[in-house]
């Protein structure tokens, strides 16, 4: 899929593979990105509300302002992602911040470079749009490779790596291209606290076990 959004193809009733996540999985905490949200296509509400009753749900919706914040936390979302495929700035995220403390910051990326409207951000490292980003209540950021999601090529250890470095109180996330075990034991050597796993769960590569 690489990120290609127009190629993705449903995989089920949203709620059911929740429960499922959960049963087979042990899984209690699910990342949701509203696709439609993040398009400018409306948004999934109702579904993102029931989701929220069913398990520790972080949530991008692509918001940029702060009433779309409270609203996300309205609905019992655990977590408010904001990405910066939908930030206009580095304003933004102060004003969001105020809003929603626990805000986790999700640094979009395509082969390695950021996604964003701002022009201050677009086309940088993911290293150097943490350096324009990083706010002392930011604990918690994801680095998402478009290009990488469900491509099967494996994550990008490098940014994970160098912002780990750099910031090494900041709990960070991985996603896109994570293939199998080896991947996430790769991944926490290089810093990451945690990975969004998807495909390779889908597929039955990464089961309860290899979770253990």
Avoid: C
């Avoid at 994570?178 to 089961?207: F, N, P, W």
């Amino acid at each position: 899929m690489r990120g290609e959004r127009e190629r993705y193809r449903p995989v089920g009733d949203p709620l059911s593979l929740a429960r499922a996540f959960r049963s087979e999985f042990g899984l209690d905490e699910l990342y949701v990105a509203d696709l439609d949200a993040i398009g400018g296509r409306g948004g999934n509400r109702s579904i993102i509300g029931a989701l929220a009753r069913e398990a520790r749900v972080m949530v991008d919706a692509g918001i940029s302002a702060p009433e779309g914040a409270r609203t996300l936390l309205e609905l019992g979302v655990h977590r408010v992602v904001v990405g910066t495929e939908t930030l206009p700035g580095p304003e933004a995220l102060d004003r969001l911040l105020a809003a929603a403390p626990e805000l986790v910051l999700s640094v979009d990326l395509r082969d390695g470079r950021t996604l964003s409207p701002d022009r201050r951000l677009a086309g940088l490292s993911a290293l150097a749009a943490m350096e324009r980003l990083q706010r002392p209540r930011l604990r918690e950021a994801i680095m998402l490779d478009l290009a990488r999601v469900g491509s099967g090529a494996g994550p990008d250890l490098s940014p994970i790596a160098e912002i780990h470095a750099a910031y090494p109180g900041l709990q960070l996330l991985a996603g896109g291209g994570v293939r199998d075990a080896e991947d996430l034991h790769a991944l926490e050597r290089a810093g990451a606290s945690g990975a969004l796993v998807a495909t390779a769960l889908h597929r039955r590569v990464i089961g309860p076990e290899e979770l253990r």
